[in-house]
């Protein structure tokens, strides 16, 4: 494996995760847990039960509901990279432009879908590497960059100078890069539990290493797929139904929802492709010189989130010119689909703002 380093301002303990020492000991230690984690599954569930996959050869009936959206198909310009997206909505109309997060598809956004395309054109996209969307086959092909610059195509390609940007989970990470990288085309960004990379970074703790074990044992190779897949990809209906990681609203995930997640994973090299995010994310380390997003920022944050730690939302607030943090209580990880009533009103809240417009003297 190879570690690419940027020297960047950090704290002692994001110093140590930053140098090629600290991650690949990290990368070790999670690595040999996943492992034995894997291990214990395969002898629990025994081996057909381990491997057994499920063929999902056509969506599931709710992927393909109509009051979701129009299924489309857009190969960008600058990559050759083709996405595939659900729209809903009046063309033109502002554009409020969704990326999900892991193991996630176009379809978490369902229910901030149906609330604002009434006003908007809302689009939700599978990212690359996402389900029928393109799955490049190397890891550097999965860098925020090169992720932010598949946004940038998108938005322009759809006919818009801008658009409202809203990203959760690791779709946030793509959303903040966009916003910093791309200004111009970032209207206004919403972001649910993801911290601004730099913040993520350089407030790495102890705490956080653990909560975010999954992503250093995603730099080993092959086993990660293996423990993800096991038992018809039993990973997706755990995230989202286990007391620990799951939503608080467990009625809000029903098993024909999972069923599209599970649809979404079972197209060739999903799982591979989604995995080499977190690859990316922790081998390639941008360079955010451009830190500061001048885009005004609402972030929705869930406050029993099991991922990130809370006060990575509070370091977030200095990279950002302007900012309003808003802490849901008792939501889980996943409030776009645990309170999505809230999540919309606050939204809707923020979308209503006016842009405060300096008046010369």
């Not at 599209?260 to 197209?267: A, E, H, I, P």
Request: with cysteine; aromatic share 14%; net charge neutral.
């Amino acid at each position: 494996m190879v570690f690419q380093y940027i020297d960047i301002a950090a704290t002692p303990v994001s110093l140590v995760v930053h140098s090629f020492l600290g991650l690949v000991c990290l990368t070790i230690l999670f690595g040999f847990y996943g492992t034995l984690l894997t291990t214990c599954r395969f002898l629990r569930y025994g081996r057909k039960r381990f491997f057994k996959k499920f063929d999902r050869p056509k969506p599931p009936a709710k992927a393909l509901d109509r009051l979701s959206g129009k299924h489309e198909m857009i190969k960008l310009k600058s990559s050759g990279v083709t996405l595939h997206y659900v729209s809903k909505g009046v063309p033109n109309q502002h554009m409020i432009l969704f990326l999900h997060g892991f193991p996630e598809c176009w379809y978490s956004w369902r229910n901030q879908m149906k609330y604002f395309s009434k006003d908007y054109r809302v689009v939700a996209v599978d990212q690359r590497g996402y389900g029928l969307s393109s799955k490049p086959a190397f890891i550097v092909d999965y860098k925020m960059e090169t992720l932010a610059g598949d946004i940038a195509d998108l938005i322009e390609q759809l006919g818009y100078e801008s658009c409202i940007l809203v990203g959760h989970d690791i779709g946030g990470f793509v959303a903040w890069t966009t916003a910093m990288l791309y200004p111009h085309l970032v209207e206004k960004l919403i972001v649910m539990n993801c911290p601004h990379p730099l913040a993520f970074r350089q407030e790495l703790s102890f705490s956080q290493m653990q909560r975010s074990w999954f992503m250093f044992f995603a730099q080993t190779m092959i086993v990660p797929e293996l423990y993800f897949e096991a038992d018809d990809f039993a990973f997706i209906k755990s995230a989202f139904r286990k007391k620990s990681t799951g939503l608080v609203n467990q009625d809000y995930v029903t098993d024909d929802d999972i069923e599209v997640f599970k649809y979404t994973f079972s197209q060739p090299e999903t799982t591979k492709s989604a995995i080499n995010y977190y690859r990316a994310f922790l081998r390639y380390q941008s360079d955010y010189s451009r830190a500061e997003v001048v885009a005004p920022v609402l972030m929705l944050w869930g406050s029993r989130d099991h991922v990130f730690d809370m006060d990575l939302a509070d370091a977030s607030q200095k990279y950002c010119s302007d900012v309003r943090l808003k802490k849901i209580q008792n939501g889980s990880h996943w409030i776009n689909q645990d309170m999505p009533d809230v999540v919309n009103k606050y939204m809707e809240i923020f979308l209503n703002e006016q842009p405060i417009v300096e008046i010369p003297p």
